[in-house]
């Protein structure tokens, strides 16, 4: 069975942006990216994405969190 | 049986003092973070503060019990998924009950086609989503998958730490990862692409 070089590659994005490919499979992922426009903008896109996400889910702690903590502390100083 | 010298005693006692005080401001330097996490595995803003007091408590009675050396910040996180699966907040649902994903390219595939492939190549196509709509997306997705994805892409775990967190195999951790991902790319096209 043949496979389409893109779904391998729409397969490996995971690990390629994780850097859990072995060096055998990173190159291969490489030099099919090298010539293909359509896989290059998708991984460029996941990238982008990615750190996206991670600003967009961040949230600050409380104001007044911090204080209810330090508060807990010696919890276990009479143990 | 000898008691000991009080002189040691003492020595000894302020030496633990010292030890659990370094430990708490380690503790609570590492704050920010577990309630970064600990914000996007619950749904509401009260919870994830109610979460990170009841484990900083348990930390804190259970210092003793933390090895020195060690990831301290797994080691929080693992109390508080703990916790937070005490808390019944998780009916466990079988992974097949949700629909198959579509695949990794969905959400870029979905953006060319409604704007063309050019589209990708801009660094805006994302800030076509707000922030609440990946709040909500992440949110969307089965727990079991949305702990593994909070914790590897916005609390910055590896997949050894998470796998530890959650008590469950590497290799779980990977397909959870996977799944939670292609998860969140799709709900994200449900929300943003017309
Ligand atoms: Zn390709």
């Given at each position: 069975?043949?496979?389409?070089p893109?779904?391998?590659?729409?397969?490996?994005?995971?690990?390629?942006?994780?850097?859990?490919?072995?060096?055998?499979?990173?190159?291969?992922a490489e030099?099919?990216?090298?010539?293909?426009?359509?896989?290059r903008?998708?991984?460029?896109?996941?990238e982008t994405?990615?750190?996206?996400v991670?600003?967009?889910?961040?949230?600050?702690?409380?104001p007044?969190?911090?204080?209810?903590?330090q508060?807990?502390?010696?919890?276990?100083?009479?143990? | 049986?000898?008691?000991?010298e009080p002189a040691?005693?003492?020595r000894?006692?302020?030496?633990?003092?010292r030890?659990?005080?370094?430990?708490?401001?380690?503790?609570?330097?590492?704050?920010?973070?577990?309630?970064?996490?600990?914000?996007?595995l619950?749904?509401?803003?009260?919870?994830?503060?109610?979460?990170?007091q009841?484990?900083?408590?348990?930390?804190?009675?259970?210092?003793?019990?933390?090895t020195?050396?060690?990831?301290?910040?797994?080691?929080?996180?693992?109390?508080?998924?703990?916790l937070?699966?005490?808390?019944?907040?998780?009916?466990?649902?079988?992974?097949?009950?949700q629909?198959l994903?579509?695949?990794?390219y969905?959400?870029?595939?979905?953006l060319?086609?409604a704007?063309?492939?050019?589209?990708?190549?801009?660094?805006?196509?994302?800030?076509r989503m707000?922030?609440?709509?990946?709040?909500n997306a992440l949110?969307?997705?089965q727990?079991?998958?949305r702990?593994v994805?909070?914790l590897?892409?916005?609390?910055d775990?590896?997949y050894?730490?998470?796998?530890q967190?959650?008590?469950i195999p590497i290799?779980?951790?990977?397909?959870?990862?996977?799944?939670g991902?292609?998860?969140?790319?799709?709900?994200?096209?449900?929300?943003?692409?017309p």
């Amino acid at each position: 069975m043949t496979r389409d070089p893109c779904d391998k590659c729409e397969e490996i994005l995971q690990d390629y942006l994780d850097r859990t490919l072995t060096n055998e499979e990173w190159a291969e992922a490489e030099s099919h990216l090298e010539g293909c426009d359509y896989c290059r903008r998708r991984y460029r896109f996941e990238e982008t994405l990615r750190r996206y996400v991670k600003t967009s889910a961040a949230e600050r702690m409380p104001p007044g969190l911090m204080d209810k903590l330090q508060e807990l502390r010696g919890l276990d100083a009479t143990a | 049986m000898s008691e000991p010298e009080p002189a040691t005693e003492a020595r000894r006692i302020a030496a633990e003092a010292r030890d659990r005080q370094r430990f708490e401001e380690e503790a609570l330097a590492l704050a920010d973070q577990v309630y970064r996490v600990a914000r996007r595995l619950v749904g509401a803003r009260e919870e994830a503060e109610d979460l990170v007091q009841e484990t900083y408590a348990r930390a804190f009675r259970s210092w003793r019990s933390f090895t020195p050396g060690t990831n301290m910040r797994a080691w929080l996180l693992r109390i508080l998924t703990n916790l937070n699966v005490d808390r019944g907040r998780r009916i466990q649902r079988t992974p097949h009950s949700q629909p198959l994903e579509e695949g990794d390219y969905y959400l870029a595939n979905k953006l060319a086609a409604a704007g063309g492939e050019e589209v990708l190549e801009q660094e805006q196509v994302v800030e076509r989503m707000s922030q609440d709509s990946v709040v909500n997306a992440l949110a969307s997705i089965q727990p079991q998958f949305r702990d593994v994805v909070v914790l590897v892409d916005i609390g910055d775990f590896t997949y050894a730490d998470a796998a530890q967190i959650l008590d469950i195999p590497i290799g779980t951790v990977m397909s959870r990862l996977h799944r939670g991902r292609r998860a969140l790319k799709q709900k994200l096209a449900e929300d943003t692409v017309p």
